[in-house]
Nanobody, 124 residues
Framework: QAQLEESGGGLVQAGGSLRLSCAAS????????MGWFRQAPGKEREFVSAISWNGGQTTYVDSVKGRFTISRDNAKSTLYLQMNSLKPEDTAVYYCAGDRSIVVATTARAYDYWGQGTQVTVSS
């Protein structure tokens, strides 16, 4: 399994955009399902989006559909989350995670390894 490191978080105004990256080193990134999760203070970790090993299948939580886009570049061993039309409710620490299964899961429990997270803050 790969080691993961997120980047690209920051402070933006509502309506703005951010692009998160998750760089993987080693492991089996190119064959793993990858996902993005987020956690706001005092709340449970929430599924955001996931993508199959070859990018052929993507899924999103309803609250981000039409605003966020997940993608991956296996040649670069990097996962991305393009976030547009950001809302204050999107404020959270965002984590990328990998799952050695080919099943595209939407629960944190299914994922095997995690990055350290990157803070996204959206001001109103």
């Amino acid at each position: 399994q790969a080691q993961l490191e997120e980047s690209g978080g920051g402070l933006v105004q509502a309506g703005g955009s951010l692009r998160l990256s998750c760089a993987a080193s080693g492991g089996t990134f190119s064959r793993d399902t990858m996902g993005w999760f987020r956690q706001a203070p005092g709340k449970e970790r929430e599924f955001v989006s996931a993508i199959s090993w070859n990018g052929g299948q993507t899924t999103y939580v309803d609250s981000v559909k039409g605003r966020f886009t997940i993608s991956r570049d296996n040649a670069k061993s990097t996962l991305y989350l393009q976030m547009n039309s950001l809302k204050p409710e999107d404020t959270a620490v965002y984590y990328c995670a990998g799952d050695r299964s080919i099943v595209v899961a939407t629960t944190a429990r299914a994922y095997d390894y995690w990055g350290q997270g990157t803070q996204v803050t959206v001001s109103s």
